[in-house]
């Protein structure tokens, strides 16, 4: 059972979210928060959650700080961006405060639901818009690794294919079923990728790749 919490001011906003994963008996929404400060005040008195819907513009505290400071002190809870926005800004800011996936609002319900399994399996999820937003932010941005020059990094085949689907925003599932294989094998082979380029969120992973020409 995945337990979850919504942060999020819109009331129109929080219900279709709350419809989008009605559907899905394995996720339990355990708790919802109006803004940023709130959901901290709620994981002060019970943090035994997996996973967050991270809303970004919010009254009191908005979900890019309380992503900040929930990284720092719950670094195993996920956290998922949920957003309308796809604003280079927001993006940047959002995984480098430590978002593990960064989707839209207007994502499909079965989307949604695979973005929290992927996320909750170690897998980093952009809606394919933000994925290539991602790709061109890095084209124009210094790199976040040190100056340091990079090392020879080897992929696998295998690898370096799914982390050409990676870098266009799918989910394990959906690359499994491209390459043929199954999201088991997926998840490995992202791991490996992971420890090979040493690389802890999404951005910093097409950074590092990029770094090493692999994409």
């Known amino acids: 059972m995945t337990k979850l919490i919504i942060v999020e001011d819109s009331v129109f906003a929080l219900q279709a979210i709350e419809e989008k994963l009605a559907n899905f008996s394995d996720v339990v929404i355990s708790n919802i928060a109006r803004n940023g400060q709130e959901v901290l005040e709620v994981l002060e008195l019970d943090h035994s959650v997996d996973i967050i819907l991270m809303d970004i513009e919010m009254p009191a505290m908005n979900g890019i700080e309380a992503t900040r400071i929930i990284r720092k002190k719950y670094p195993q809870i996920k956290i998922v961006m949920i957003t309308v926005y796809d604003d280079d800004n927001y993006v940047f800011d959002a995984i480098k ?59 696998s085949k295998r690898e370096t294919e799914i982390l050409e689907q990676i870098s266009t925003g799918l989910t394990n599932k959906i690359i499994a079923e491209r390459l043929f294989i199954s999201p088991f094998t997926v998840k490995r082979h992202i791991e490996n990728i992971y420890q090979k380029l040493q690389a802890h969120n999404r951005i910093e992973l097409l950074d590092k790749a990029r770094q090493n020409k692999l994409i």
Request: charged residues 20%; without cysteine.
């Open 97 to 155: 405060a430590g978002a593990d996936s960064y989707i839209l609002k207007e994502t499909k319900a079965e989307k949604i639901y695979e973005t929290i399994n992927d996320t909750l399996n170690g897998g980093a999820v952009m809606s394919p818009s933000i994925a290539v937003k991602t790709l061109q932010l890095l084209k124009n941005t210094p790199h976040i690794a040190s100056a340091a020059t990079p090392q020879t990094i080897e992929l």
